[in-house]
């Protein structure tokens, strides 16, 4: 943190600081990722290429909601007669890059490098945080430092710390705003048996991002009271008649100082399989995501369970843990997918 800098104290509560280290997240754009058999590839991995427009000069970071899935396929046994769903593949997501200005390139993979007709989704948000000698036209606020050049201007479109609180969650959270849909929410608990997942990562169809479910570590929703800090962000109402305004050149106002802002995201990989644990640094707030799958069955022509990884949070330390446990009769075979996509986290010292 920087001796120089804005200190604004936030409607929603709490203070916020804007310094020459801090990096506000601006929103780029959103939708979904759909990888299937007849997508480009590249060095042996499937892409598929995002058009957003973006500044020059910035860092790019993009938020899924679920990074891997699980696909199927119906087998008869020619002796017995009996059925099964078998489980044929599973896909995830590998990582990302930009590759010109306004695009920025997905790559998934899976087991087999077919995807069986399949369509692998994967819902998203890209930001980014302007940095380095792009000014934009000149008006805005920058600060700058020995930790670089950071600056909120006319072609920034800023996440606005919408809600904050400390909430007691019993299973289900949508934000209280507007558009849930909109929004992503950052948490901060200390439950080892409680694991977070996104709702559109468990449910068919799937649902807008926004709302977060939680599981025990038997794969059950969740029925206790949690009590977790909680910090949702998304574009807001900008008008305030107090504070400071920032305007595009078109006119629009693109900030006010009501509001705290998205900014200094952090990502963490997940070490291993289900709650092996990593140690973050402060006081973490993870944005829950799906991070992976796993197949398990007794045998075959027997019965087995899919179980979808989130992420699993004691004190300042998160992994994997399972979450929806789906019990799928006459199934055999067994897979797991873990994908390598890294775990986004912000410091609640930020916020609260």
Not at 18 to 37: C, K, P
Not at 237 to 257: A, C, E, L, M
């Amino acid at each position: 943190m920087s001796d120089f800098g804005l200190e604004i104290f936030p409607e929603v509560g709490g203070r916020f600081t804007l310094d020459s280290s801090s990096t506000v997240l601006n929103l780029a754009g959103s939708g979904s990722v759909e990888i299937v058999d007849t997508s480009l590839m590249e060095n042996g991995l499937f892409y598929i290429d995002l058009h957003h427009d973006m500044p020059v000069d910035c860092n790019i970071v993009l938020l899924f909601d679920c990074a891997a899935d699980m696909f199927w396929r119906f087998k008869v046994n020619p002796v017995t007669g009996k059925s099964q769903m078998t489980p044929r593949d599973s896909g995830y997501i590998h990582g990302y890059k930009r590759i010109s200005k306004n695009v920025v390139r997905v790559y998934a993979t899976n087991t087999s490098n077919k995807w069986h007709g399949y369509v692998a989704e994967f819902k998203y948000k890209l930001l980014y945080g302007i940095s380095g000698n792009n000014h934009g036209s000149g008006y805005g606020v920058a600060f700058s430092g020995n930790d670089g050049f950071h600056s909120i201007n006319d072609s920034s479109t800023p996440l606005p710390l919408i809600y904050r609180d400390i909430i007691n969650f019993t299973g289900i959270y949508t934000p209280p705003v507007s558009n849930p849909a909109n929004t992503v929410s950052f948490f901060s608990w200390s439950d080892p048996d409680l694991t977070l997942i996104p709702a559109s990562c468990v449910t068919k169809p799937r649902q807008p991002m926004g709302t977060y479910y939680g599981y025990n570590r038997n794969g059950r929703i969740w029925t206790a009271n949690t009590m977790m800090k909680v910090c949702t962000f998304g574009l807001a109402d900008q008008d305030s008649k107090y504070g400071i305004d920032i305007y595009n050149g078109s006119g629009k106002k693109v900030y006010n100082s009501k509001n705290g802002l998205l900014k200094n995201i952090a990502f963490q990989g997940l070490s291993g399989g289900e709650y092996n644990y990593i140690k973050l640094p402060g006081e973490p707030m993870i944005l829950p995501c799906s991070t992976g799958i796993r197949y398990l069955q007794t045998g075959r022509y027997e019965n087995g369970d899919v179980i979808d990884f989130g992420v699993n949070m004691l004190n300042n330390h998160i992994s994997a843990g399972y979450t929806r446990r789906t019990y799928d009769a006459a199934t055999h075979g067994s897979l797991i997918n873990v994908s390598p996509i890294p775990v986004p986290y912000i410091n609640a010292n930020d916020y609260f």
